[in-house]
């Protein structure tokens, strides 16, 4: 699947883009390390290509790790070691560490040793670890569950969100160059306002979309036309009016049908759905608040007016 490579191919908010190159260009200038750097926001917005591209802007290497795989900090010390001057280190899920790895990888953060290393029943053994300068990039889809001392020995915090529909256009367009394919802007934008606000969804219907031209023609697109995008978005069982997927309007039709509308508590619309709670809320609803087809309330989530024309439903006379 299509990538970003360099900085200047990737899509982001002009803001947060010439902060980057300005932050890229002191390092190079200083010969030193990139400042450590976390990244915050919802998933497939960026973060893990953005880590990558860092990596390739300074002309380093990327080890790449995920927080649940570093267990105990021995796990840590082991991938530290493996480090070489100005490398980059990117642990995704960063949210999702240990206490004990957290408190040593803020240790090394600091001056890039470590005095000691925890071991089994609380003990510790004393040693002296040196390891070369490097930046850590560290990704988190929930920047408030990441232990505050960690969190402030991160020099640059960059905070992705959903994408508009005019980035996410571009990203379209973008990732359609690099396929050699043509595409009219208003297909772009049909597939855009369809991907949730996610890059990655963006890119992902494109690939389906020259998927079924290839078997329903023979051969790959030069071009894709409005009417082709709109016919194969139909096909993947997507609403084009509102953007939204079969799994999103499942959603709403749970909440208006069986509760009403709501206000309907995270568990038991987990339950009525069969997913993960945690799944629901990283993956489902922030694409349906930011869009305004729902709202969270104190007493669970409702149901808003775009919701039940979403579903055809008529809206209630006294809507909660």
Request: with cysteine; glycine share 8%.
């Amino acid at each position: 699947m299509w990538r970003p490579t360099r900085l200047q191919e990737i899509i982001l908010p002009p803001r947060i883009l010439n902060n980057l190159r300005a932050f890229l260009e002191a390092s190079q200038y200083e010969n030193r390390p990139l400042a450590h750097v976390l990244l915050a926001g919802p998933p497939g917005t960026g973060k893990t290509s953005l880590a990558h591209i860092l990596a390739r802007e300074l002309g380093t290497s990327c080890t790449v790790v995920s927080a649940p795989a570093l267990r105990k900090p021995a796990d840590l010390v082991g991938v530290l070691l493996h480090l070489q001057e100005g490398s980059i280190l990117f642990i995704d899920e960063l949210h999702r560490l240990p206490p004990a790895v957290t408190d040593h990888l803020c240790q090394v953060m600091e001056d890039f040793q470590l005095g000691e290393v925890g071991g089994p029943r609380g003990r510790t053994r004393p040693l002296h670890l040196q390891f070369p300068p490097f930046t850590l990039i560290g990704a988190t889809t929930h920047l408030a569950r990441v232990a505050r001392p960690l969190r402030t020995r991160f020099g640059i915090v960059i905070r992705t969100h959903l994408y508009s529909i005019s980035l996410l256009t571009q990203v379209v367009e973008r990732a359609a160059s690099a396929m050699g394919i043509a595409i009219e802007q208003t297909g772009a934008r049909l597939i855009a306002q369809c991907a949730r606000g996610t890059p990655r969804t963006a890119v992902h219907l494109l690939y389906r979309i020259r998927d079924f031209y290839i078997a329903d023609r023979g051969e790959p697109p030069t071009h894709l036309s409005t009417p082709t995008i709109q016919n194969g978005l139909k096909r993947l069982n997507i609403d084009v009016r509102y953007g939204l997927h079969e799994e999103d309007r499942r959603y709403l039709r749970i909440l208006i049908e069986e509760f009403q509308g709501g206000p309907a508590g995270l568990r038991a619309l987990a339950d009525l759905l069969q997913e993960d709670p945690r799944t629901i809320e990283e993956v489902y609803e922030p694409f349906l608040l930011i869009r305004k087809f729902i709202a969270r309330t104190t007493r669970g989530r409702i149901a808003m007016p775009r919701a039940y024309a979403a579903i055809g439903r008529p809206i209630p006379t006294q809507n909660p």
